[in-house]
């Protein structure tokens, strides 16, 4: 019972974590080797990933 819950809040903050520099894998493994309250923690500190613009083409 409380390894799934450990291993549901690890897939959760990977889940949270996909859009953050370390990625679902990454907040995954995060919260397996240490703990997923550890993982949220770094969650809530880490900046979002933003989308990286486009370069658009200028028409003549």
């Given at each position: ?35 997923p309250f550890v993982s949220l923690l770094v969650l809530l500190l880490a900046k979002t990933r ?11």
């Amino acid at each position: 019972m409380l390894v799934t819950l450990y291993l549901v809040l690890c897939v959760l903050s990977g889940y949270w974590g996909r859009n953050t520099f370390a990625g679902p894998i990454g907040f995954f493994f995060i919260g397996l080797i240490f703990t997923p309250f550890v993982s949220l923690l770094v969650l809530l500190l880490a900046k979002t990933r933003l989308a990286e613009p486009k370069e658009t083409e200028e028409q003549q």
